[in-house]
């Protein structure tokens, strides 16, 4: 499976693009603001059907544009999947999938698995827990269309339930409030049971990622989840019993206090929680094993490797740290960016990215050649 070609009108910095990427390795470079990583952003929006780098959709329109174009073609065995999305900057944006309304947006991601690695990777660890909760989502997401879809009707039904509350207060009509808190948990039990499962069988491949970035004699990594409401073998029971324990307070604080919105995934090394206790290096290491992790259990899920974007990563790596990123590197289609040829130790083809166009360049020289 690779992204056989892309296309972008009015997206980001680009008025007009046509780009033929290679199958394999291919490693986008340019100055700071060149708009290597808008080429990114627009190839995992293909498969994510969002920002990477969580932009609203109107963000995305180029200056001065009424709206953006994306459009690509995924070659897979059973044929070519083309996803075409229309942003628009004041109005709801359309997708279409093979030239149709896809049946629910789930399914792309399904189709077109995608791992991102992020300058920004280590904000996974050391900031708050929604970062968190979206990695687990993500990965869950890109292996079934029901989760994605549950992660997006929950959030749905929070922002009501929200704005009932906001609206209501004190005075909130319990019998509609009781059908909201019926839905949430309904939906909400069925999400921390996909979160839950794949956190299982995560485990094995954060335990092995973190191996092959930290070295051998590491501390092991792994993940936990953390909701003070919940019952692992009724999800959905445990959350309907704690949205009416904590009924009054959210009449107080007009807001859903208790919920999958609210828990942590929480990462340890040893016994030591990543977020507070590691050190700078390994808070690194554990960012980078949390991609490989992610990259392993979808390869294995799908039995193919997925796409694979690695923004700006090997500037802000040390040696080791790149060696364990490029024993991750697959057969399958790789984007990298940089702002120099020799940040990349790569073999593969390369482009210059400048003036709102990609020029290649032909492939890496041998001394580059790590792989």
Known sequence: ?????????????YESLTFTPDPGLNVLIGDNGAGKTNVLEAVGYLSRLRSFRAAPDAAL?????????????????????????????????????????????????VEVPLVAFLPDDLDVVK???SLRRDYVDEIAAHISPAAGADRTEYDKIVRQRNRFLRDEGHHA??????????????????????????LERLEPHLSAGYASVAGEGAERLRADYEAWWLRPDDPAGALAEALLERRKRDMD?????VGPHRDDVALWLGDRPARTHASQGEQRSVALALRIAAFSLLEERHGRPPILLLDDVFSELDVNRSAGVIDLLPNGQVFVT?????????????????????????SAAPELGVR
């Not at 604080?253 to 206090?257: A, H, I, L, V």
């Not at 940089?338 to 210059?352: C, F, I, N, Q, T």
């Open 61 to 109: 329109v180029r200056s001065g544009a009424e709206a953006a174009f994306i459009r690509g073609g995924v070659e897979r065995e059973s044929g070519e999947l083309r996803v075409e999305v229309e942003l628009p900057a004041e109005a709801r944006r359309r997708i279409l999938v093979n030239g149709k309304r896809p049946r629910r947006n789930a399914d792309v991601a």
């Open 1 to 13: 499976m690779h992204l056989s070609w892309l296309e972008l009108r009015d997206f980001r910095s």
């Open 173 to 198: 009509d319990p019998v509609t409030l009781a059908v909201w808190d019926e839905r949430l948990a309904d939906v909400g039990g069925r999400l921390v049971a996909t979160r839950l499962s794949l």
């Open 253 to 257: 604080q007009r807001t859903t206090t």
């Open 338 to 362: 940089s702002a120099r040829h020799d940040e990349v130790p790569l073999a593969g083809k390369r482009w210059r990215v400048a003036d709102g166009s990609i020029e290649e360049l032909g």
């Open 127 to 129: 900031r708050g827990p």
